[in-house]
């Protein structure tokens, strides 16, 4: 204890020493130690105390806005700046700082006021000021103020750093590059760490597009500048102009991490990701950057150039659209407009846009080929000859080009396509392409003579290749010359054994000659070779289907899937065939796997939606209908296809619907306006109809077509007798489903029963089985008391869908007339199970309880049933009856009162019930 009593006062002696605080004037001197010992951080923490300990402190207040701004950090130097100026702090010192500290934050307007309001300044400290204030001047696009400050400045002093750099500025924005290089260099060689002299380096660097020269000035700025956020920008697009894109990244990245949603700095990031394929996050970034604020042509067109490149076409298609106006005739983003426009089957616009273009070269020959091709699909000839007439401006060097160009004018009828293909031969004689496309050309045009001359020709050059034999064998069976066609095929079979096209001619042979076994050789041939040819694959399906072996016939396809998965044409082919074998659901399978696309054909989405059709997946039918048009809008076939999907399922207001879209997408199209009419009488809009008709050509309106239209009409309107010829005729000229149906109301309309039932009987025998025609039979039977051909067709009619209500409640109904009340109840009970809140099944079911003597449990069935349906007098009758034989007076006194018809055989039957109460 004493020790440490003894020892305590000089620990609080020392502790109280150690404690003392120094002064403002000491740590701001300790900050300028540190500051000349390049220990910034250090004194910026001692300025700082400074600060803390005397708040008015100007001369602290200067040293930390002196600090913050040589290291770049503007905003905060301009408020200890500014502070330090209303503190009484000398001018002199504080205004070039504050000037720069502008300066970095591009605060233009404000270093003006600055300078314009400085006085009393030094000569030198003016001449910096008005450096600033010509940057300044430069950057509002203010040159003639810009010049006048440097003419000042050089009235002061010419030798000034500043009036130097001043003067190299102006020489740059006089476009006096070589110039403006000279003064900078020298005022480097005098002042190498002036940031703003490297800056201007940097940029006269980037001018002359020495982007390594760039590089390496605006790594000086940077290492001057630090804190300057710009100087990272900077720095980051000197490295990708110099392709230096990794260190580019690095900067554009730390800087993401302080803001991550600024546009340019996302627009730099995704050109960085695109240069390094990277395209997933080169959208993202891309995005980023159009939705904060840079949504402008270029980064548009990168964008879509991104998007492109993902395989993302709708998109790539909106961002390339949206720019289509703003770029010039000849701008390389049209052929990749009308690239992604094909892409998406709008073919017609890939055609304007290629049309509209100027500057084509043969480069553009493949778009320009395949354009070609999809107007060829969609028979738009006329567009295509105006397509083709944008070749004559390219000047064509390449065979290759030459070749494609003359294939391209032979699909479109132009016979000119020869000469381009001969031109081709001339300047390359060994041009597949061209030999095989020109022998082609004859072949299609009946020159077989030339033909048969260009592949002896060939065969006597090439005598091993194969080509050469099988275009003569075409050419030579076109002319009826047989033996020489096979002796052709022959002797490429001698060459190539496995040769697909040489067998093929032996397995069509065996076809026609109705021995489909004979050519199964053949195509084994061919698949134990190339085990994904396609033809050979779809012929051995189909004949080994025609011989019973379907499964067998499906193995080459399994096959070939299974060693090519991804192969969308095998995978098509497949459940194209599974379809074919009513395998619905596994064909279904195969095509799920599939993302819809408008590459796929019309087979795609065709087999698809029957197969979703066909096991009943209704929803799944109309929407993958709807999915199509969207896919496709401008697929005539995919709006065709969903208006008869919505016919198939009764949807007749839909299809109507569908087929006033189909008016406006395809206005020259009259099938859409004949649908139209077809609909509208459908849907009893006769007036519409009419309307719709009025608007075809007389053409169609005098074709078996259109008065078929107009019997439709008439029918409708009640005139049965005039609509009826029309009808017939129409049927006659095409016997579909459609028309009997129209033609047997014409025969009902006339009260000609029996005539409609033998009409749809025939058309029956005649074409595909139709449920729809097996009830209208029926119907017809049962207007014609003719009770046994009614059961007869709904007894087919269950055959083909056991659970048909209207065919088992009806079939139920004549059994009650032909006193079969254990029958009746078979079928009724069944229709009742499937759907036992619908009124008329409710009596039909309970009824047939009631004659089967079970008439307690009908009592609560028939109660439901007029709950439902109070307004159906028939159901109460039967009610009544029920009510009746089990002694229930009151209870039927009650209803009778309540049941009203004008019906003579009810009113009757009422009658006869009320005088037994």
Same mark, same amino acid.
């Given at each position: 204890?004493?020790?440490?009593?003894?020892?305590?006062?000089?620990?609080?002696?020392?502790?109280?020493?150690?404690?003392?605080?120094?002064?403002?004037?000491?740590?701001?001197?300790?900050?300028?130690?540190?500051?000349?010992?390049?220990?910034?951080?250090?004194?910026?923490?001692?300025?700082?105390?400074?600060?803390?300990?005397?708040?008015?402190?100007?001369?602290?207040?200067?040293?930390?806005?002196?600090?913050?701004?040589?290291?770049?950090?503007?905003?905060?130097?301009?408020?200890?700046?500014?502070?330090?100026?209303?503190?009484?702090?000398?001018?002199?010192?504080?205004?070039?700082?504050?000037?720069?500290?502008?300066?970095?934050?591009?605060?233009?307007?404000?270093?003006?006021?600055?300078?314009?309001?400085?006085?009393?300044?030094?000569?030198?400290?003016?001449?910096?000021?008005?450096?600033?204030?010509?940057?300044?001047?430069?950057?509002?696009?203010?040159?003639?103020?810009?010049?006048?400050?440097?003419?000042?400045?050089?009235?002061?002093?010419?030798?000034?750093?500043?009036?130097?750099?001043?003067?190299?500025?102006?020489?740059?924005?006089?476009?006096?590059?070589?110039?403006?290089?000279?003064?900078?260099?020298?005022?480097?060689?005098?002042?190498?760490?002036?940031?703003?002299?490297?800056?201007?380096?940097?940029?006269?660097?980037?001018?002359?597009?020495?982007?390594?020269?760039?590089?390496?000035?605006?790594?000086?700025?940077?290492?001057?500048?630090?804190?300057?956020?710009?100087?990272?920008?900077?720095?980051?697009?000197?490295?990708?102009?110099?392709?230096?894109?990794?260190?580019?990244?690095?900067?554009?990245?730390?800087?993401?991490?302080?803001?991550?949603?600024?546009?340019?700095?996302?627009?730099?990031?995704?050109?960085?990701?695109?240069?390094?394929?990277?395209?997933?996050?080169?959208?993202?970034?891309?995005?980023?950057?159009?939705?904060?604020?840079?949504?402008?042509?270029?980064?548009?067109?990168?964008?879509?150039?991104?998007?492109?490149?993902?395989?993302?076409?709708?998109?790539?298609?909106?961002?390339?659209?949206?720019?289509?106006?703003?770029?010039?005739?000849?701008?390389?983003?049209?052929?990749?407009?009308?690239?992604?426009?094909?892409?998406?089957?709008?073919?017609?616009?890939?055609?304007?846009?290629?049309?509209?273009?100027?500057?084509?070269?043969?480069?553009?020959?493949?778009?320009?080929?395949?354009?070609?091709?999809?107007?060829?699909?969609?028979?738009?000839?006329?567009?295509?000859?105006?397509?083709?007439?944008?070749?004559?401006?390219?000047?064509?060097?390449?065979?290759?080009?030459?070749?494609?160009?003359?294939?391209?004018?032979?699909?479109?009828?132009?016979?000119?396509?020869?000469?381009?293909?001969?031109?081709?031969?001339?300047?390359?004689?060994?041009?597949?392409?061209?030999?095989?496309?020109?022998?082609?050309?004859?072949?299609?045009?009946?020159?077989?003579?030339?033909?048969?001359?260009?592949?002896?020709?060939?065969?006597?050059?090439?005598?091993?290749?194969?080509?050469?034999?099988?275009?003569?064998?075409?050419?030579?069976?076109?002319?009826?010359?047989?033996?020489?066609?096979?002796?052709?095929?022959?002797?490429?079979?001698?060459?190539?054994?496995?040769?697909?096209?040489?067998?093929?001619?032996?397995?069509?042979?065996?076809?026609?000659?109705?021995?489909?076994?004979?050519?199964?050789?053949?195509?084994?041939?061919?698949?134990?070779?190339?085990?994904?040819?396609?033809?050979?694959?779809?012929?051995?399906?189909?004949?080994?289907?025609?011989?019973?072996?379907?499964?067998?016939? +499906?193995?080459?396809?399994? *096959?070939?899937? @299974?060693?090519?998965? &991804?192969? #969308?044409?095998?995978? /098509? %082919?497949?459940?194209?065939?599974?379809?074919?074998?009513?395998?619905?659901?596994?064909?279904?399978?195969?095509?799920?796997?599939?993302?819809?696309?408008?590459?796929?054909?019309?087979?795609?989405?065709?087999?698809?939606?029957?197969?979703?059709?066909?096991?009943?997946?209704?929803?799944?039918?109309?929407?993958?209908?709807?999915?199509?048009?969207?896919?496709?809008?401008?697929?005539?076939?995919?709006?065709?296809?969903?208006?008869?999907?919505?016919?198939?399922?009764?949807?007749?207001?839909?299809?109507?619907?569908?087929?006033?879209?189909?008016?406006?997408?395809?206005?020259?199209?009259?099938?859409?306006?004949?649908?139209?009419?077809?609909?509208?009488?459908?849907?009893?809009?006769?007036?519409?109809?009419?309307?719709?008709?009025?608007? +075809?050509?007389?053409?169609? *309106?005098?074709? @078996?077509?259109?008065? &078929?239209? #107009?019997?439709?009409? /008439? %029918?409708?309107?009640?005139?049965?007798?005039?609509?009826?010829?029309?009808?017939?005729?129409?049927?006659?000229?095409?016997?579909?489903?459609?028309?009997?149906?129209?033609?047997?109301?014409?025969?009902?309309?006339?009260?000609?029963?029996?005539?409609?039932?033998?009409?749809?009987?025939?058309?029956?025998?005649?074409?595909?089985?139709?449920?729809?025609?097996?009830?209208?039979?029926?119907?017809?039977?049962?207007?014609?008391?003719?009770?046994?051909?009614?059961?007869?067709?709904?007894?087919?009619?269950?055959?083909?869908?056991?659970?048909?209500?209207?065919?088992?409640?009806?079939?139920?109904?004549?059994?009650?007339?032909?006193?079969?009340?254990?029958?009746?109840?078979?079928?009724?009970?069944?229709?009742?199970?499937?759907?036992?809140?619908?009124?008329?099944?409710?009596?039909?079911?309970?009824?047939?309880?009631?004659?089967?003597?079970?008439?307690?449990?009908?009592?609560?069935?028939?109660?439901?049933?007029?709950?439902?349906?109070?307004?159906?007098?028939?159901?109460?009758?039967?009610?009544?009856?029920?009510?009746?034989?089990?002694?229930?007076?009151?209870?039927?006194?009650?209803?009778?009162?309540?049941?009203?018809?004008?019906?003579?055989?009810?009113?009757?039957?009422?009658?006869?019930?009320?005088?037994?109460?």
């Amino acid at each position: 204890m004493k020790f440490t009593l003894k020892v305590l006062p000089v620990i609080v002696t020392l502790a109280l020493v150690g404690c003392s605080e120094p002064t403002p004037d000491e740590y701001i001197a300790e900050a300028q130690v540190k500051i000349t010992q390049d220990q910034t951080p250090a004194a910026i923490i001692l300025i700082k105390n400074a600060i803390q300990a005397d708040p008015k402190n100007p001369e602290a207040r200067y040293l930390l806005g002196k600090v913050y701004v040589e290291r770049g950090a503007a905003e905060a130097a301009e408020k200890e700046l500014t502070r330090a100026l209303e503190l009484g702090y000398e001018p002199n010192d504080v205004l070039p700082l504050l000037a720069k500290a502008y300066n970095l934050q591009y605060k233009n307007q404000q270093i003006i006021d600055l300078v314009d309001n400085a006085k009393n300044i030094d000569p030198v400290v003016e001449t910096s000021l008005l450096l600033y204030q010509t940057l300044a001047y430069f950057a509002l696009d203010k040159p003639a103020k810009a010049k006048q400050a440097v003419a000042i400045a050089n009235e002061i002093s010419a030798e000034s750093i500043y009036s130097q750099l001043g003067s190299a500025y102006l020489s740059m924005s006089d476009k006096q590059l070589g110039d403006a290089i000279i003064k900078i260099e020298t005022l480097l060689s005098l002042q190498p760490d002036l940031p703003e002299a490297n800056l201007l380096k940097a940029q006269l660097a980037t001018l002359n597009k020495d982007f390594a020269g760039a590089v390496t000035s605006f790594e000086k700025y940077y290492e001057l500048l630090p804190e300057v956020p710009q100087s990272r920008i900077f720095l980051a697009i000197a490295y990708i102009k110099n392709q230096q894109f990794e260190l580019a990244e690095k900067h554009l990245d730390l800087l993401l991490k302080i803001n991550s949603t600024q546009p340019f700095l996302n627009q730099l990031k995704g050109l960085v990701r695109y240069q390094d394929a990277d395209f997933g996050q080169a959208k993202i970034h891309m995005e980023l950057a159009i939705q904060n604020g840079l949504d402008n042509v270029p980064n548009r067109v990168i964008a879509g150039i991104i998007a492109t490149r993902l395989e993302n076409y709708e998109q790539a298609y909106r961002y390339l659209e949206s720019v289509q106006e703003e770029v010039p005739d000849e701008h390389p983003t049209r052929g990749l407009f009308a690239a992604v426009a094909l892409k998406l089957g709008y073919n017609m616009v890939a055609t304007n846009t290629l049309i509209g273009s100027v500057g084509l070269t043969e480069n553009d020959m493949p778009i320009l080929s395949a354009a070609s091709v999809q107007l060829l699909r969609d028979g738009k000839l006329a567009q295509g000859k105006k397509l083709l007439s944008k070749f004559d401006s390219i000047d064509f060097t390449d065979p290759m080009k030459i070749a494609q160009k003359g294939l391209v004018r032979l699909s479109l009828n132009d016979l000119e396509g020869i000469v381009d293909l001969k031109k081709a031969l001339s300047l390359n004689p060994d041009l597949n392409a061209a030999n095989v496309g020109l022998a082609f050309a004859y072949i299609n045009n009946g020159l077989y003579a030339e033909a048969i001359e260009l592949g002896e020709k060939w065969i006597l050059e090439n005598p091993d290749n194969a080509e050469g034999y099988i275009l003569t064998g075409i050419a030579y069976s076109k002319t009826g010359q047989n033996e020489e066609s096979e002796s052709m095929y022959r002797s490429a079979l001698k060459i190539d054994k496995s040769n697909p096209a040489a067998n093929l001619y032996y397995v069509d042979k065996a076809v026609k000659n109705k021995q489909p076994e004979i050519g199964l050789p053949y195509l084994d041939i061919i698949l134990n070779s190339h085990p994904t040819n396609m033809a050979a694959l779809g012929k051995y399906f189909v004949i080994q289907h025609q011989l019973g072996n379907t499964d067998k016939g +499906l193995v080459p396809l399994l *096959k070939a899937i @299974n060693e090519n998965p &991804g192969t #969308e044409k095998i995978n /098509l %082919l497949y459940a194209q065939a599974l379809f074919t074998s009513k395998r619905f659901i596994e064909s279904i399978e195969t095509l799920e796997k599939m993302e819809p696309s408008n590459r796929y054909p019309n087979e795609f989405w065709i087999v698809l939606g029957n197969s979703y059709f066909f096991t009943g997946q209704k929803d799944k039918a109309l929407n993958f209908s709807q999915t199509w048009v969207k896919t496709a809008p401008l697929s005539k076939l995919a709006h065709l296809r969903q208006i008869s999907i919505n016919e198939e399922y009764g949807n007749l207001k839909r299809a109507l619907e569908l087929s006033k879209t189909g008016q406006v997408q395809f206005p020259n199209d009259p099938q859409f306006t004949v649908l139209a009419v077809h609909f509208s009488v459908l849907n009893g809009e006769l007036t519409a109809a009419r309307a719709n008709f009025d608007l +075809l050509t007389t053409e169609i *309106k005098s074709s @078996n077509l259109g008065q &078929g239209l #107009e019997g439709q009409i /008439l %029918l409708e309107s009640g005139d049965a007798v005039n609509a009826f010829q029309k009808l017939k005729r129409f049927y006659e000229d095409s016997p579909s489903d459609r028309n009997a149906t129209f033609v047997a109301k014409a025969f009902k309309y006339q009260q000609k029963l029996a005539e409609a039932i033998s009409f749809l009987k025939e058309h029956i025998e005649n074409g595909v089985y139709n449920i729809s025609h097996r009830r209208q039979i029926a119907e017809l039977a049962i207007g014609n008391n003719d009770y046994e051909e009614a059961a007869l067709q709904y007894f087919a009619v269950l055959e083909r869908d056991g659970n048909d209500l209207r065919a088992l409640n009806n079939l139920a109904n004549i059994m009650i007339l032909q006193k079969s009340p254990v029958k009746a109840l078979k079928y009724a009970q069944q229709a009742f199970d499937i759907l036992p809140d619908n009124a008329s099944i409710m009596d039909t079911y309970a009824y047939s309880l009631h004659l089967n003597g079970e008439t307690q449990q009908s009592l609560p069935i028939f109660r439901k049933a007029i709950y439902t349906d109070p307004s159906a007098t028939e159901i109460g009758v039967h009610y009544l009856e029920a009510l009746l034989a089990v002694g229930q007076i009151d209870k039927a006194k009650i209803l009778i009162a309540s049941l009203k018809t004008d019906d003579p055989a009810l009113v009757a039957k009422i009658a006869e019930i009320q005088s037994k109460i």
